[in-house]
C-alpha cells in the first residue's frame, strides 16, 4: 500500500536563494519562533533548514508564501542527515504549556546545585530537554511575514514541516531570546557565526528542481554549467529534464 507522503523533501526560497543551494549547498540560519500554549507560551529563534513534505499537486499555496524557486531531494537523504518532522502542538491543549513550565522551573533549580559533576549532568539534561522546542511548531497560528498581511488562523501542520537542526554543541547559540534577533543587523551577526554549518547534498540526491517562468529553465541550466565541479554533463542533462515551473504547478500537476 503507498505512503500518503512522498518521497521527496522540498526547500522553497528566492531565485538568488536556489543559485545559492545549488552552487554551496544549504546555508543554516535562525529562524524566529513561538509555541503557545494554553497558559504559557515561549519565543526563541534556532538555527534550522525547513522543508515541506508536500506532494507536487499541494505545492500552489506553499509556493505562494515562501517563494517560487525549489529544490526537491529524496528522503533517503532527509533520513542520512538527521532532519526530523516537526510535532505540532495545539495551542489549546496543556501540553506546551506544561513543557514550558518544566523547563523554566528546572532553569531556577540549576542555580541551587552546588556540586560541579552535578550540575554539568543537571545542564546537559536541561539543554535536552529544551532542545525539544527546536521541534515544536503550534498546529495553528499567525503567519507572520516580512512583506505582506499577517494571515491569522494559519494551519501550519498542512505544511508537513520538516526541519534540519544542528547538534547543540556546533554552535555557542543554540537558542537566543527574541530580543537579542528583532533587527536585520543582529540576524546577520548572528547568522555570521553559524556560517561555516552546512546541510550537504550531492547532485544525485536531487529529484527536481523549480523555478517561477519558462523562460528561466535556460538561466538554471547555464548556472549549473558555471558550478560545474558539482554537477558533471551527464547530471546536467538528468537535471535539466526534472526542471518544473510555479506555472506547471499550478495549472498542469
Same mark, same amino acid.
Given at each position: ?11 522553497f ?8 543551494i ?48 525549489g ?19 495545539n ?41 525539544? %522546542? ?5 498546529? =495553528?497560528?499567525? *503567519?507572520?511575514?516580512?512583506?505582506g498581511?499577517? !494571515?491569522?488562523?494559519? &494551519? #501550519?501542520?498542512d ?48 529529484? %527536481? ?5 519558462? =523562460?528561466?529553465r *535556460?538561466?538554471l541550466?547555464?548556472h549549473?554549467? !558555471?558550478?560545474?565541479w &558539482? #554537477? ?22
Open positions: 500500500m503507498g505512503s500518503l507522503h512522498p518521497d521527496i523533501l522540498f526547500h526560497t528566492s531565485r538568488n536563494g536556489l543559485f545559492g545549488l552552487q554551496h549547498t544549504f546555508t543554516v540560519s535562525y529562524a524566529r519562533e513561538r509555541i503557545v500554549g494554553n497558559r504559557k507560551a515561549a519565543e526563541f529563534a534556532a538555527p534550522m533548514v525547513s522543508f515541506c513534505d508536500l506532494r507536487l499537486s499541494e505545492l500552489k499555496d506553499h509556493m505562494s508564501k515562501y517563494g517560487s524557486y529544490i526537491g531531494l529524496s528522503k533517503d537523504w532527509a533520513n542520512n542527515n538527521g532532519l526530523n518532522p516537526v510535532f505540532y502542538v495551542k489549546h491543549c496543556s501540553l506546551a504549556s506544561k513543557l514550558i513550565a518544566a523547563v523554566e522551573h528546572l532553569h531556577k533549580q540549576l542555580p541551587s546545585i552546588s556540586d560541579g559533576d552535578e550540575y554539568q549532568k543537571a545542564a546537559t539534561a536541561y539543554m535536552d530537554i529544551i532542545n525539544t %522546542y527546536r521541534y515544536i511548531k503550534n498546529y =495553528e497560528g499567525e *503567519l507572520i511575514r516580512k512583506s498581511p499577517t !494571515t491569522r488562523n494559519y &494551519r #501550519f501542520a505544511e508537513r514541516e520538516w526541519r534540519y537542526v544542528p547538534p547543540l554543541e556546533a554552535t555557542l547559540f543554540p537558542f537566543v531570546g527574541l530580543d537579542k534577533i528583532t533587527t536585520t543587523a543582529q540576524k546577520n551577526a548572528l547568522n555570521q557565526q553559524i556560517a561555516h554549518l552546512r546541510l550537504e547534498f550531492e547532485p544525485e540526491d536531487i529529484r %527536481y528542481l523549480i523555478v517561477e517562468r519558462d =523562460e528561466e *535556460l538561466d541550466i547555464h549549473l554549467e !558555471t558550478v560545474k &558539482r #554537477f558533471d554533463e551527464g547530471t546536467r542533462r538528468r537535471l535539466a529534464s526534472r526542471i518544473l515551473t510555479a506555472d506547471q504547478i499550478e495549472h498542469d500537476v
